[in-house]
RNA sequence: GGAGAGGUGGCUGAGUGGUCGAAAGCACCGCACUCGAAAUGCGGCGUGCCUUUACGGGUACCGUGGGUUCGAAUCCCACCCUCUCCGCCA
């Protein structure tokens, strides 16, 4: 979320960032909805001040039983508020606009970044590790994940398809307890050597957390969403409409009892019928209605709605949400291990071999809270915490700067790792650390001061995985295979599988 | 799920529908007294927005959103959250 004032203050500045981003000019509309909303908000104001005044004169005047002068003043404030009722829509209107409009806009590069469109612009700042070192280095044709799990009894794809479908996969024996090694070892690593706190944060978010890290409202179809119905309510307000519908058509419906009485003698038989003929009509009512009933659980009067986090980054980012820390506090450095998932909607076609691009993962999340002078060194920090996963690993990687074209939504700046895939023959993203500067701490409204003086400030917020465990158990199981199919344990990871060296069949 | 209580400034806590942004206390800041400190006294002490070169002025905010009223922290409605008791439950 940007700050008008600063598109008031330097509009052109803004558009050159957003052009880094690929957009057209947005400062001109800007400024447009910032001009009348102020203005709608100066003529709200100026009859607000005319009626609390003349509101305070009609008490004073009551108050010495001047009931002509109290007259007169409340036939004005009267004719002021039909005026008042036009500026206050008018005011909120624009309000609203304002707000759709900046929050719909990305995070404006930092300056330090890269121009480029696409992944191709991006920076390659270092290397680590010799991929031919690793124990897969040595063969020809190394086999990917999906072959080498499926060998060890420990990846099912077709059983998670047939009780989740694609996207989805079972992992068992040595593979999941690699799975489970890899995640304790992550958080041990950036809780005991790196200082992160430990966090086990909520799974499914309201809408607001996801707006304050900037998935809403832009990308909700990358998301999963999780809503309970409440039915009860629903049969109550099907019922409710119904007897609306019956008491608004009544014109017709009487002369159909009427109808009935002639016909039908007065006894059992006759409550029978009028009976039927009204579950007819009723029946008839919801037929036509079923459309609006449908709108009615589509708006969310009756479902209780929460997203799954596509990423930890939502929940522990949010943890500072509508809150002012001390300056003494900071940086706060959050670490959790969850499960992420993910629609992957835009990405049809793309990865859907193995357990690169699935609707569910476990990732471990970095997060740090910092003051705004403070951000741009905790990047760097973050960064090297997660690099320093791979090392412990023996993982061969490098380590990008994104250009402006390919960052996400939130970010001002984005350093991307990528581990070596023997099986593709190229590096692979396992991690995204971005600094996101104020633009979350905007929408969250979260900020820090220092104690004793005046006023706060926006913190910065940054996140970066470290790392994503699925991804890793991927990099582990081809980098570290032997002709045979067997998988070297790192030694990093022996102590979370019991002291076993290897995976094999 | 049922019954009850409650949500007011950093905290505690008052507030008959009319100069209430809100008493009082604590905390905090400044000043005085003091060699210094404590105690005491005096003064200050919320946030957003609009407006103003500035001093300042205005407006909104007492859980959230509606409503009643000339006027709402105060009355009405809905919702959210917290606490207590009962029931159910991993």
């Known amino acids: 979320m940007h700050d008008v004032k600063s598109v008031r203050d330097d509009p052109e500045a803004f558009d050159r960032a957003l052009a880094r981003r690929g957009l057209s000019p947005v400062s001109p509309e800007i400024l447009r909805i910032d001009l009348a909303l102020r203005t709608a908000q100066t003529a709200l104001q100026t009859a607000q001040s005319r009626r609390n005044e003349a509101s305070r004169q009609i008490g004073a005047a009551k108050a010495r039983k001047d009931e002509a002068a109290a007259a007169g003043l409340m036939a ?14 008018e005011e909120a209107f624009q309000a609203q606009a304002l707000r759709a409009l900046l929050a719909s806009l990305p995070n404006l590069p930092a300056d330090d970044v890269p121009e480029g469109e696409d992944e191709t612009g991006n920076v390659e700042l270092r290397q680590h590790g010799d991929p031919s070192s690793a124990p897969a280095g040595r063969l020809n044709r190394p086999r990917d994940h999906v072959e080498l799990g499926e060998r060890l009894g420990g990846m099912d794809f077709e059983a998670a398809s047939r009780m989740s479908g694609a996207r989805f996969v079972v992992l068992k024996n040595g593979v999941a307890r690699l799975e489970r090694a890899l995640g304790q070892f992550m958080l041990d690593l950036q809780t005991r050597e790196h200082g992160y706190t430990e966090v086990s944060p909520p799974l499914l978010v309201k809408d607001e957390a996801v707006f304050g890290t900037g998935q809403l409202p832009k990308f909700k179809e990358d998301l999963f969403v999780a809503q309970s119905i409440d039915w009860e309510g629903v049969k109550q307000r099907v019922a409710e409409m119904g007897v609306a519908w019956v008491e608004a058509n009544q014109a017709q419906i009487t002369p159909l009892v009427e109808d009935l009485r002639r016909t039908i003698p007065e006894d059992d038989q006759f409550q029978a019928a009028v009976q039927a003929a009204i579950e007819v009509l009723v029946d008839r009512y919801a037929a036509f209605d079923t459309d609006r009933l ?75 809270i910092t003051a705004p002078e403070r951000s741009a060194e905790e990047h760097e920090r973050m960064v090297t915490c997660a690099e320093t996963v791979l090392q412990r690993l023996g993982l061969a990687y490098r380590t990008m700067l994104l250009c402006s074209g390919d960052m996400g939504f939130s970010a001002r700046k984005t350093y991307d790792i990528e581990v070596w895939l023997p099986s593709q023959g190229v590096y692979r993203e396992i991690s995204s650390c971005s600094n996101c500067g104020d633009f979350q701490a905007r929408r969250m409204d979260a900020r820090c001061k220092t104690p004793g003086e005046k ?3 926006f ?26 199919g067997r998988i070297a344990v790192p030694e990093a990871l022996q102590p979370y599988m019991g002291g076993l060296t290897h995976l094999e069949a």
């Open 76 to 89: 004005e404030v009267e004719a002021l508020k039909g005026d008042m009722a036009g500026m206050a829509a």
């Open 294 to 368: 449908q709108g009615l659980i589509d708006s969310g009067e009756f479902t209780e709605r929460r997203w799954l986090i596509p990423t930890a980054e939502v929940s522990l980012t949010n943890l500072v949400r509508e809150q002012i820390i001390g300056d003494d506090q900071l940086p706060l450095r959050l670490t959790a291990l969850t499960h992420c998932f993910r629609s992957e909607a835009g990405a049809s076609g793309r990865d859907t071999r193995g357990m690169i691009r699935q609707h569910q993962f476990q990732k471990v999340e970095l997060v740090s």
């Open 455 to 457: 006023g706060s400030r």
């Open 459 to 484: 913190v910065h917020t940054l996140n970066g995985s470290g790392l994503a465990v699925g991804r890793t158990l991927v990099a582990v199981l081809e980098n570290y295979q032997d002709e045979s």
